[in-house]
């Protein structure tokens, strides 16, 4: 008889074996091809004759080691990467749990007992006894159909959307920090302006009162000249307020105290103080950073591996794909095989009784009502939607290269006309003040030329800031550097709380 049971056990067993290596129910996942949405080049300009270089850690490219610190320092402590290393953390122990799915569970009891009773119609006592009860259970479902191995398959796709998703975050944050820091460098530029428009008109102000006392002026004149100062000194305030809002953006970006910030940012005051003090300087001593060595994205189709959020998408279908097998499988049979091994010992006898079990189950689906049919429905009307998702941040990914380049292109183009014009109006400017110092040419007419001058320099100031803000947005909108050229993936064991570590890597050990 035990014979007959051992032959069985290894026929099921390696019936069970032979279904477990059949092929998993469900469809093969493979990755969407390029299709029409994917232009084959660009149709926008490419600045600098598209020159190509690496994308990894763009923002050393604009040579201002006080914006790397900045970025660097964003990405150690904001809690949006910390929440992204969480997000890894625990699509990594989700690939730990349907791995498990695949293994046998065994677990162990053990009892004792200490008891005794007494006798009928006042017998003796029975003495006390003490039993242990101890047993060895096993229990293992065979993935007959593998809709556990498509279960791994999709946590393990969902792991690897988590680390791009990481490293969109990071490439965000990038943005984000360096947009903060041109627009807080822009308006420094904005703020050396009118105090030096301030100057000039207190100035114009004070030779206005004496040709007052001398009698060549009308008092009107004094008023329109006291009048322009306020002017400028309302500007002068207002702008002051716009700074420190960007230094509050600023702040928030990197988590460092605002008067550290602020104390770093005026060690570094001269360039935008000197470039509007100067009247006609050029964009590399406007205090506003541009790239030194801008780069490029080389083909469309290189968005598709470039981009985290495109690749998070990828990875998402992928996963949905795998859960159509999941589906299919549980309206499947399913085969569960349990055992145990249990011993009962009785201490103040020595005996010891042994026992084992062993019991195969099969469940077969019959009647759901429909449930079964639904799931499968549901899981790929699901992938259908990852689907279009994923085409659509393809598109979407595509626009905003094209925006980018054209913004780089225009502002680029537009930057030499605007310097142009901010010296000429300068020079003007100033041989302007010269003759109203003779009395050549009137109040009126130095205010005129004044106002123009001002206005040539806050639109050669913007154009600056455009052309640092087009080359961040083509910067992200190509990717951001996530990946290197050699490759580098997320690898190292990452830190629980985040910091500087975590911000390396997130992910630990590979899957």
Known sequence: MNTQIRIGR???????????????????????????????????????????????????QFDDPLLAELVDAAEARHPDIDAAVAAVREARAAVTGSRAGLLPGISGNGVMTRS???????????????????????????????????????????????????????????????????ERRYCERLVA??????????????????????????????????????????????????CQQDLNRLAQLTALPAAQLEA?????????????????????????????????????????????????AERTLAAASANIGVAVASRLPSLSLGGSIGINHLAH?????????????LTLPIFEGGAGVARVETARAQYDQALAGYRGKVLVAVQEVEDALTRVDASVRRADAARQAERNYSLLLASQENRY??????????????????????????????????????????????????????GQASSPSGGAAAAQNPAGAGA
Not at 453 to 476: G, M, N
Request: one cysteine or more.
């Open 437 to 490: 110092r003779l009395g050549a040419t009137s109040l009126l007419d130095l205010e005129d030329t004044r106002r123009l001058t001002l206005a040539s320099r806050e639109s050669l100031a913007a154009v600056e800031l455009e052309i640092s803000q087009s080359w961040i947005a083509l910067y992200k909108a190509a990717g951001g550097g996530w990946r290197d050229d050699a490759g580098t993936a997320v």
């Open 116 to 182: 005794s009773g007494s006798g009928d119609s006042g017998g003796a006592d029975t003495p006390p006894f003490t039993l242990f009860n101890g047993s060895l259970d096993a229990s293992w479902e065979l993935d007959l159909f593998g809709g556990a191995r498509r279960g791994l398959e999709a946590s393990r796709a969902r792991l690897q959307a988590a680390e791009a998703d990481w490293h969109e975050a990071r490439v965000t944050l990038a943005a984000e920090v360096a947009d903060a820091y041109v």
């Open 264 to 312: 770093r940012l005026a060690a570094t005051p001269d360039r935008g103080a000197q470039a509007a003090g100067a009247a006609a300087e050029s964009a590399d001593r406007s205090g506003i950073p541009v790239p030194t060595n801008p780069a490029v994205p080389a083909v469309p189709a290189a968005l598709l591996s470039q981009r985290p959020d495109l690749m998070s």
């Open 193 to 242: 302006l009118y105090r030096d428009t301030l100057e000039s008109r207190r100035e114009t102000e004070r030779l206005t009162t004496l040709k007052l006392k001398a009698g060549f002026v009308a008092p009107a004149d004094e008023a329109q000249a006291r009048a322009g100062s306020y002017e400028s000194e309302n500007q002068l305030i207002a702008q002051e307020g716009v």
């Open 10 to 60: 290894r026929l099921l067993l390696a019936m069970a074996t032979a279904l477990c290596g059949a092929c998993a129910v469900g469809p093969e996942y493979r990755t969407p091809p390029p299709d029409d949405n994917v232009p084959a080049q660009w149709h926008a300009r490419l600045p600098h004759g598209g020159e190509v270089s690496a994308l990894t850690q763009w923002w050393r």
């Open 349 to 361: 006898s020595g005996q010891d009784v042994r026992s084992w079990s062993w019991s195969p189950q």
